[in-house]
C-alpha cells in the first residue's frame, strides 16, 4: 500500500461504546495529523505528533485519546461520544511539522455517533 | 485565530470552461496549498507554493501565491467533468510554536454540468 490509509471508512457507535481509528502512513513521514472535518466548516485540526510524541492538542475533549506508537501509525480512541461528534475523521502526514512541509490526507473515517 | 476568506462558495459551469477561486486572508503565510477532496475522500493536494509571486501549474491547474503573501488563486482551464469536487485553500505560517498549522478555507463546491 501507498500514501495515508485509515481504518475503518465508516463507524457508527453509541455514546456508550469504546472504539479506536486506525491511521498508517507509508511514505517515511515524521510528523502525523488528526483532523475533524464537519459540514460547512473548515477543517480543525486535532492533534498533531511529531518523531511520536504529542507537539499539538487544539482544546479537544478528553473523550478523544491520540496514541502515536512509532512514526508510521497514529490512532484515535474514542468514548463517550456525543452525536455532534459525528463527522469524517482525516488523518495526515508529513515530512516534519515544521514550516514549508507539505501534508498529506489519508480517504477519512466517517463517524457517526447515535 | 488567523481565517481564510474563500470564494466562491459553489460554483455551477459548463464542460469546457474555465474556473477560477481564491482565497485571502488578513494574515500573512508563508505557503499555500491547494486541495481537492471528493465526495468520501480525503483532500488530495493539488499544488503547493512557497514563493511569494510564485506561479504554479499542474496540468490544467495553475495556482498563484499572491504578492502580498495574504491571497492565492486557483484556476481551472477547460473544466471536465471529473473536476467535481470541493477544492479546499490552505495557508501555512512559520511562526515560532505553531509553523505545523495549516489553516484552511471552507471549500468551494465547483459542479460541471455535460
Known amino acids: 500500500e501507498t500514501g495515508v490509509t485509515q481504518t475503518p471508512r465508516h463507524l457508527v457507535m453509541g455514546m456508550t461504546n469504546k472504539k479506536s481509528l486506525k491511521c498508517e502512513q507509508h511514505?517515511?513521514?515524521?510528523?502525523m495529523y488528526w483532523y475533524k472535518q464537519s459540514a460547512k466548516k473548515p477543517l480543525e485540526l486535532m492533534f498533531v505528533?511529531?518523531?511520536?510524541?504529542?507537539?499539538e492538542n487544539n482544546s479537544v475533549p478528553s473523550r478523544f485519546s491520540p496514541e502515536c506508537p512509532n512514526s508510521s501509525h497514529l490512532f484515535l480512541h474514542l468514548h463517550t461520544l456525543q452525536p455532534e461528534d459525528s463527522a469524517l475523521y482525516l488523518c495526515a502526514s508529513s515530512q516534519d511539522p515544521g514550516g514549508g512541509n507539505t501534508q498529506y490526507f489519508g480517504p477519512g473515517t466517517r463517524l457517526t455517533v447515535l | 485565530g488567523q481565517q481564510l476568506n474563500q470564494s466562491p462558495q459553489s460554483m455551477f459551469i459548463q464542460e469546457g470552461e474555465d474556473v477560477s477561486m481564491n482565497c485571502t486572508s488578513s494574515s500573512i503565510f508563508n505557503t499555500w496549498l491547494w486541495y481537492k477532496q471528493d465526495p468520501g475522500e480525503g483532500p488530495v493536494l493539488l499544488i503547493a507554493?512557497?514563493?511569494?509571486?510564485e506561479l504554479t501549474s499542474n496540468g490544467r491547474l495553475t495556482a498563484q501565491f499572491g504578492i502580498t503573501r495574504k491571497d492565492s488563486f486557483l484556476n481551472i482551464s477547460a473544466s471536465i467533468p471529473s473536476d467535481v469536487g470541493i477544492y479546499f485553500c490552505?495557508?501555512?505560517?512559520?511562526?515560532?510554536?505553531?509553523?505545523?498549522?495549516?489553516?484552511f478555507g471552507k471549500g468551494t463546491l465547483l459542479t460541471v454540468n455535460p
Open positions: 511514505l517515511g513521514h515524521n510528523a
Open positions: 505528533y511529531s518523531l511520536e510524541e504529542r507537539v
Open positions: 507554493l512557497y514563493k511569494a509571486g
Open positions: 490552505a495557508g501555512q505560517t512559520t511562526t515560532l510554536g505553531s509553523n505545523y498549522k495549516l489553516t
